[in-house]
């Protein structure tokens, strides 16, 4: 291990740099072939976005994982799909 965080890791950059080039989004280096760096944590950000990304990421990475685009696109899709509003409701709650 390099000590970067798993999303961050030189085997990830590496990865993505060969089967994605110029087609990735993250914090890549001058020399990695990325589409766009990723921003600087906003203050903006609130605790519903929180809640939406980490909602999602534990519906989308679960094996088996394809690394198919449009296999993990469905699978955002159908995770944001099954946010209702009770949910929502729990969460608010959660938070206030």
């Not at 961050?8 to 990865?15: A, L, Q």
């Not at 990421?57 to 394809?66: A, E, R, S, T």
């Amino acid at each position: 291990m390099d000590g970067a965080p798993p999303n961050f890791h030189r085997h990830v950059i590496e990865f993505l740099n060969k089967h994605l080039p110029q087609r990735w989004i993250g914090r890549g280096t001058d020399d990695d072939q990325i589409l766009l760096a990723w921003s600087p944590p906003s203050p903006y950000t609130t605790p519903c976005d929180f809640f939406l990304w980490h909602y999602v990421k534990d519906q989308v990475y679960v094996p088996p994982l394809h690394v198919r685009i449009p296999e993990l696109e469905l699978r955002i899709r159908t995770a944001i799909e099954t946010i209702t509003a009770d949910l929502l409701h729990t969460v608010w709650n959660e938070l206030d």
